[in-house]
Protein backbone atom coordinates (compact mmCIF):
# COMPACT_ATOMS: atom_id res chain seq x y z
CA UNK A 1 0.00 0.00 0.00
CA UNK A 2 1.30 3.52 -0.80
CA UNK A 3 1.86 5.62 1.92
CA UNK A 4 -0.13 8.49 2.01
CA UNK A 5 0.53 12.30 3.49
CA UNK A 6 -2.47 14.13 4.99
CA UNK A 7 -2.84 17.90 3.89
CA UNK A 8 -5.26 20.52 3.96
CA UNK A 9 -7.24 22.24 1.23
CA UNK A 10 -8.97 25.37 0.93
CA UNK A 11 -11.88 25.32 -1.31
CA UNK A 12 -14.32 27.72 -2.35
CA UNK A 13 -17.91 27.16 -0.86
CA UNK A 14 -19.27 26.16 -3.84
CA UNK A 15 -16.47 23.88 -4.46
CA UNK A 16 -16.82 22.31 -1.11
CA UNK A 17 -20.49 21.93 -1.30
CA UNK A 18 -20.33 20.26 -5.05
CA UNK A 19 -17.81 17.50 -2.91
CA UNK A 20 -19.81 17.50 -0.32
CA UNK A 21 -23.10 16.65 -2.56
CA UNK A 22 -21.14 14.04 -4.59
CA UNK A 23 -20.09 12.23 -1.06
CA UNK A 24 -23.06 12.53 -0.06
CA UNK A 25 -24.89 11.05 -3.58
CA UNK A 26 -23.09 8.31 -3.27
CA UNK A 27 -20.89 8.33 -6.54
CA UNK A 28 -17.78 8.75 -4.28
CA UNK A 29 -16.64 7.46 -0.83
CA UNK A 30 -15.24 10.58 0.63
CA UNK A 31 -13.57 14.08 0.10
CA UNK A 32 -10.31 12.62 -0.47
CA UNK A 33 -11.22 9.71 -2.87
CA UNK A 34 -12.49 12.76 -5.15
CA UNK A 35 -9.66 15.27 -4.61
CA UNK A 36 -7.38 12.21 -5.34
CA UNK A 37 -8.96 11.45 -8.59
CA UNK A 38 -9.24 15.45 -9.95
CA UNK A 39 -4.92 15.37 -9.15
CA UNK A 40 -4.29 12.22 -10.83
CA UNK A 41 -6.70 13.66 -13.89
CA UNK A 42 -5.02 16.80 -13.50
CA UNK A 43 -1.29 15.03 -13.68
CA UNK A 44 -2.30 13.28 -16.59
CA UNK A 45 -2.88 16.47 -18.35
CA UNK A 46 -0.21 18.22 -17.56
CA UNK A 47 2.44 15.15 -18.37
CA UNK A 48 0.15 14.94 -21.65
CA UNK A 49 0.98 18.59 -22.33
CA UNK A 50 4.53 18.42 -21.14
CA UNK A 51 4.34 15.66 -23.74
CA UNK A 52 3.02 17.44 -26.65
CA UNK A 53 5.23 20.36 -26.07
CA UNK A 54 8.50 18.45 -25.98
CA UNK A 55 7.36 16.94 -29.11
CA UNK A 56 6.78 20.87 -30.87
CA UNK A 57 10.50 21.25 -29.68
CA UNK A 58 11.64 18.14 -30.91
CA UNK A 59 10.23 18.75 -34.51
CA UNK A 60 11.15 22.80 -34.02
CA UNK A 61 14.67 21.95 -33.90
CA UNK A 62 14.39 19.43 -36.91
CA UNK A 63 13.38 22.20 -38.60
CA UNK A 64 16.63 24.37 -37.69
CA UNK A 65 19.01 21.86 -37.91
CA UNK A 66 17.32 20.83 -41.28
CA UNK A 67 18.88 24.76 -43.06
CA UNK A 68 17.31 27.68 -44.14
CA UNK A 69 13.79 26.95 -46.05
CA UNK A 70 12.95 27.81 -49.81
CA UNK A 71 10.61 30.70 -49.00
CA UNK A 72 11.70 34.14 -47.67
CA UNK A 73 8.46 35.67 -46.20
CA UNK A 74 5.23 34.40 -45.11
CA UNK A 75 3.51 35.47 -47.95
CA UNK A 76 5.37 33.08 -50.35
CA UNK A 77 4.27 30.41 -48.13
CA UNK A 78 0.32 31.02 -47.93
CA UNK A 79 0.75 31.53 -52.06
CA UNK A 80 2.42 27.96 -52.55
CA UNK A 81 -0.19 26.70 -49.76
CA UNK A 82 -2.79 28.14 -51.93
CA UNK A 83 -0.89 26.51 -54.87
CA UNK A 84 -1.12 23.15 -53.36
CA UNK A 85 -4.74 23.31 -52.05
CA UNK A 86 -5.82 24.35 -55.89
CA UNK A 87 -3.84 21.52 -57.28
CA UNK A 88 -5.48 18.97 -54.50
CA UNK A 89 -8.76 19.69 -56.01
Known amino acids: MASVEKVSVALTQEMAAFVRQTVESGEYASN ?6 AL ?3 K ?10 EA ?4 WQ ?11 TI ?3 IKEAKRRQAAKA
Open 75 to 77: EEI
Open 40 to 42: MEW
Open 44 to 53: ERKDAEASKA
Open 32 to 37: SEIIRE
Open 56 to 59: LRSL
Open 62 to 72: EGIDSGPGRFE
